[in-house]
């Protein structure tokens, strides 16, 4: 298996997952913007493994040498699908912790909504989470430096993002944090990760009741380690 190259071609505007699919205009530039989409549904469906450039040009209608055309390193395309899609559910978690943290209330009540809204992608990114299960199943087989470049470019940077949030909120005396990376990374661990571990990550959607019990207990986990009297 080819070693990803240090630069990602960047992908057609749009084509995150979770984007609506523009209308193919037509030429060249269509049939490439249907391969990147047809790229993501069938690595979402199958895997990394098995989204051949036969299997991409299948789901696009096209005959193979026409992602080869497109797209000589099949590699490359299926890592920019990946970087493109991981970009857009860290750009959407980053824009929750801005709006949640930005201005608190009620420290509990604030951090719950927060991790509720953290969880929201799992609907709104199906098929990017889809992805992620088949990452997980196969990440023994997968390149070493395509793993490091989606976790960089997803899960690495929504946690830079909460972990600037959170220091504000220290910085307002709200919350007791030394290292508002590692607060980041155990409010994850604690509040969202709960759900998204026992649902595969939206795979097998919890009830609400469940949901809301786990965002809460690990919430007030939260608290005690960062609370302003925790220390």
């Known amino acids: 298996m080819a070693t990803p190259q240090a630069t990602i071609e960047r992908l057609p505007a749009g084509t995150g997952t979770g984007a609506a699919a523009p209308a193919r205009p037509a030429g ?3 049939e490439r913007r249907d391969i990147v989409r047809a790229a993501r549904t069938v690595l979402a469906r199958e895997g990394w493994r098995h989204c051949t450039a036969e299997a ?3 789901e696009a209608g096209v005959e193979p040498a026409a992602v080869g055309r497109h797209f000589p390193d099949h590699e490359q395309l299926l890592l920019g699908v990946l970087l493109d899609s991981a970009a857009s559910v860290a750009a959407s978690l980053g ?3 801005e709006s949640y943290l930005a201005e608190i209330h ?3 009540q604030d951090l719950i909504a927060l991790g509720r809204a953290w969880l929201a992608p799992l609907e709104a990114f199906r098929e990017h989470f889809a992805i ?3 990452i997980s ?3 023994t ?3 070493a430096e395509a793993v490091d470049k989606w976790q960089a470019t997803g899960p690495r940077q929504a946690r830079r993002e909460l972990a600037r949030r959170l220091r504000q909120v220290a910085a307002e005396g709200l919350l007791d944090i030394a290292d508002a990376d590692q607060a980041a990374e155990r409010f994850i661990l604690l509040v969202p990760s709960s759900v998204v571990q026992r649902s595969f990550h939206g795979a097998l959607p919890l009830g609400r009741a469940e949901e809301d019990a786990l965002i809460a207990d690990g919430v007030d986990d939260f608290i005690r380690l960062y609370g302003p009297a925790s220390r």
Do not use: F, I, Y
């Open 106 to 108: 009620d420290l509990r």
């Open 56 to 58: 991409t040009a299948a």
């Open 28 to 30: 060249p530039e269509g």
């Open 95 to 97: 824009a929750v912790a």
């Open 141 to 143: 087989h997968l390149p």
């Open 132 to 134: 992620v299960r088949h």
């Open 137 to 139: 199943a196969e990440v």
